[in-house]
T-cell receptor, first 116, second 111 residues
Framework: EPEVTQTPSHQVTQMGQEVILRCVPI?????FYWYRQILGQKVEFLVS????????KSEIFDDQFSVERPDGSNFTLKIRSTKLEDSAMYFCASSPLRSASTDTQYFGPGTRLTVL | QKEVEQNSGPLSVPEGAIASLNCTYSDRVSQSFFWYRQYSGKSPELIMSIYSNGDKEDGRFTAQLNKASQYVSLLIRDSQPSDSATYLC???????????FGTGTSLTVIP
């Protein structure tokens, strides 16, 4: 069964450094998402992406963040100048249909980001 | 900020009992509602989605939606120890492409 994959599983970085989190969505899916979950807290929406552009973003997704689909398979989240409070689990998700609001999102296993 | 509220629990039920999980949401225009299960250290997994008022059943799971009361619930019948997890309620924004999650309810099914 196809799965969303994410690399790395754990990323440790120093405050102020840039990190790139990578995701490979399921191949025929059209919508892509990034979420984060700070330890012990709720899952928070960051951004949705469709047709090579951001569809919607939350207040969390400020200029520090960017997303890109550099090729036909990868979907990346870049965090510039990381802060301690960026430490969280970052989940990528994808969904197959155009109607994102009624579609099943398949989550990847997550990347745990630790900012020291 | 749109809010999705859930009782954090923990909720404990004996094996074979019915577990009832509740969720309220603040955005009246939300149209899509989801229940996810999240095991400790794992990613969310979709259990049920519901879009219309009333009940929707899928195996041992029943989702109930009442848009007038801005309330959605999940019933788990014949609870099994493997159902022990955190259950997340999620709703979508009025544009459809942004999703809000509750903090989750921790469920423990006691053998």
């Amino acid at each position: 069964e196809p799965e969303v994959t994410q690399t790395p599983s754990h990323q440790v970085t120093q405050m102020g450094q840039e990190v790139i989190l990578r995701c490979v969505p399921i191949s025929n899916h059209l919508y892509f998402y990034w979420y984060r979950q700070i330890l012990g807290q709720k899952v928070e929406f960051l951004v949705s992406f469709y047709n090579n552009e951001i569809s919607e973003k939350s207040e969390i997704f400020d200029d520090q963040f960017s997303v890109e689909r550099p090729d036909g398979s990868n979907f990346t989240l870049k965090i510039r100048s990381t802060k301690l409070e960026d430490s969280a689990m970052y989940f990528c998700a994808s969904s197959p249909l155009r109607s994102a609001s009624t579609d099943t999102q398949y989550f990847g296993p997550g990347t745990r980001l630790t900012v020291l | 900020q749109k809010e999705v509220e859930q009782n954090s629990g923990p909720l404990s039920v004996p094996e074979g009992a019915i577990a009832s999980l509740n969720c309220t949401y603040s955005d009246r225009v939300s149209q899509s509602f989801f229940w996810y299960r999240q095991y400790s250290g794992k990613s969310p997994e979709l259990i049920m989605s519901i879009y219309s008022n009333g009940d929707k059943e899928d195996g041992r799971f029943t989702a109930q939606l009442n848009k007038a009361s801005q309330y959605v619930s999940l019933l788990i019948r014949d609870s099994q120890p493997s159902d022990s997890a955190t259950y997340l309620c999620a709703v979508n924004s009025n544009t459809g492409n942004q999703f809000y999650f509750g903090t989750g309810t921790s469920l423990t099914v006691i053998p």
